[in-house]
T-cell receptor, first 113, second 111 residues
Framework: DAGVIQSPRHEVTEMGQEVTLRCKPI?????LFWYRQTMMRGLELLIY????????DSGMPEDRFSAKMPNASFSTLKIQPSEPRDSAVYFC???????????FGSGTRLTVV | AQKVTQAQTEISVVEKEDVTLDCVYE???????LFWYKQPPSGELVFLIR??????QNEISGRYSWNFQKSTSSFNFTITASQVVDSAVYFC????????FGTGTRLQVFP
């Protein structure tokens, strides 16, 4: 089992550019979660999917953020346009059941300059 | 409102000391899950334990033990004979329909 795979591990981009973060969940896991971690706000849930369908996106900060899950093995989190305050570590996690100790990816450290 | 509170921001101990990390939660739900995660300096989030609201048995796993008390809405985590490798940020989390994390406790274990 390869675990949850996120790419890239690090991303540095200029303000105004589009950023796409990618996640491959563990096979057979029906739930996928995107989290953001910052010093100021800690770990916060942005959005989660069940069977590829977005269930709760109330944590998505602004319309600049969007997430998709076109199939069971792939999800993206897109920020367009990016801003310096979006700098954070973004984690993807997946779980077989309604979140009961899901497995986290290694995270993507995003820096917007 | 559902909330998880980790009042200890940072704890420093010397190796071999025992240390307890506190976690208090608030909910009106009767069915829920509680978790502890470890985030070492490398940054990944490592799952340590899950407990459901109907199981108040304490659990021990090696040097780690957890004390779940519904009466005080607490789910505390104790590391016995701490080691330098235990240095990390530890998060308590609470879940009904989605996972809510506490703010974390940074544990530093000095040799």
């Amino acid at each position: 089992d390869a675990g949850v795979i996120q790419s890239p591990r690090h991303e540095v981009t200029e303000m105004g550019q589009e950023v796409t973060l990618r996640c491959k969940p563990i096979s057979g896991h029906d739930y996928l979660f995107w989290y953001r971690q910052t010093m100021m706000r800690g770990l916060e849930l942005l959005i989660y999917f069940n069977n590829n369908v977005p269930i709760d996106d109330s944590g998505m900060p602004e319309d600049r953020f969007s997430a998709k899950m076109p199939n069971a093995s792939f999800s993206t989190l897109k920020i367009q346009p990016s801003e310096p305050r979006d700098s954070a570590v973004y984690f993807c996690a997946s779980s077989r059941f309604a979140f009961r100790g899901g497995t986290f990816g290694s995270g993507t450290r995003l820096t917007v300059v | 409102a559902q909330k998880v509170t980790q009042a200890q921001t940072e704890i420093s101990v010397v190796e071999k000391e025992d240390v307890t990390l506190d976690c208090v939660y608030e909910t009106r739900d009767t069915t829920y899950y509680l978790f502890w995660y470890k985030q070492p300096p490398s940054g990944e989030l490592v799952f340590l334990i899950r407990r459901n609201s109907f199981d108040e048995q304490n659990e021990i796993s090696g040097r780690y033990s957890w004390n779940f008390q519904k009466s005080t809405s607490s789910f505390n985590f104790t590391i016995t004979a701490s080691q330098v490798v235990d240095s990390a940020v530890y998060f308590c989390a609470f879940n009904t329909d989605k996972l809510i994390f506490g703010t974390g406790t940074r544990l530093q274990v000095f040799p």
